[in-house]
């Protein structure tokens, strides 16, 4: 195990880590964890991670092992000797937990605090959030140097998340708040730019698209004899009109259709 980093051996004035928060883990127990939270801070852009006074020791091949290409952020971790210590250059912490404490603090969601994050850190704070132990969490003498307590809303019947998950959520509410892209972007087609409707290289068709398909499909189910009788034939095309209107169709799906609809119809006129 390497030396406890002294107070004054941590770096106070690197632009890099004042621009999001950092993760601090207390006492955390097996490497494996210290690795899976590694990754979950890797998968939403965080990259500063400090450890107090870890069980198993450090470094630790495990963690290695656990944060599955999370390297920068395992390689990099800071080494304090106490919460206290791990704390001491920060304008602002966090401490979570799913217990109630006896202690006058300001508790929010994940949600929440993330934005107060994003607040804070635009003004030039810098902001760290405590995780306690995975059998018994945060002591009381740690969340005493917290400013605030975030709190997750989960089943009250079955409330501790494993120290992957917590700093997972957290680290999701912070990053959502930043980015917009979804998925994987090292994929030669990128990362999704956003939610909704992807078209996969088509483009959302025309009303004189639709209309077209619309008008096809009426004139074959007229020639069948389905839009009968005759007085209900208009509430019955505007029926597959609204159907069809709302799965909003792309321009490729609507030439489809209309072979799908040729294609019935050559069937049904072939001689047998």
């Given amino acids: ?10 770096p106070m004035n690197d632009v890099s880590t004042q621009s999001q928060p950092t993760i601090i883990l207390v006492e955390p127990q097996l490497g494996q964890n210290i690795g899976t939270a590694a990754r979950a801070m890797a998968n939403f852009g965080l990259h500063e991670l400090r450890l107090v006074n870890p069980r ?7 963690a290695s092992k656990a944060a599955a290409g999370a390297d920068h952020v395992v390689n ?3 080494l304090f000797s106490s919460s206290a210590a791990a704390v001491h250059d920060l304008h602002h912490v966090y401490a979570t937990t799913a217990r109630g404490r006896d202690l006058a603090k300001a508790v929010l969601t994940p949600e929440d605090a993330a934005k107060d994050m994003r ?27 917290a400013d605030s307590i975030i709190m997750a809303p989960v089943d009250p019947e079955f409330a501790s998340l494993n120290l992957a998950q917590a700093v997972l959520l957290t680290s999701y509410e912070w990053f959502k708040l930043g980015k917009w892209s979804l998925g994987d972007g ?8 956003g939610a909704g409707l992807r078209l996969a290289g088509s483009w959302p068709a025309t009303k004189k698209e639709l209309i077209g398909f619309f008008e096809h499909l009426e004139g074959e189910l007229d020639e069948s004899g ?3 009788p005759p007085e209900r034939r208009p509430s019955m095309i505007r029926n597959l009109r609204n159907l069809f209107q709302r799965a909003s169709l792309s321009e490729q799906e609507i030439r ?10 050559r069937q049904h006129k072939r001689p047998k």
């Fill in 186 to 193: 090292s994929r030669e087609d990128g990362a999704v730019k």
């Fill in 76 to 78: 990099n971790a800071e």
């Fill in 226 to 228: 389905f839009l009968r």
């Fill in 56 to 62: 198993d020791g450090w470094p630790s091949e495990w």
């Fill in 1 to 10: 195990m390497t030396d406890l980093l002294p107070l004054a051996d941590t």
């Fill in 256 to 265: 489809t259709l209309r072979g799908v609809i040729a294609s019935l119809v």
């Fill in 119 to 145: 607040e804070r850190v635009s003004g030039g704070q810098r902001v760290g959030i405590l995780f306690g132990r995975e059998k018994s969490g945060l002591t009381n003498d740690d969340i005493t140097l």
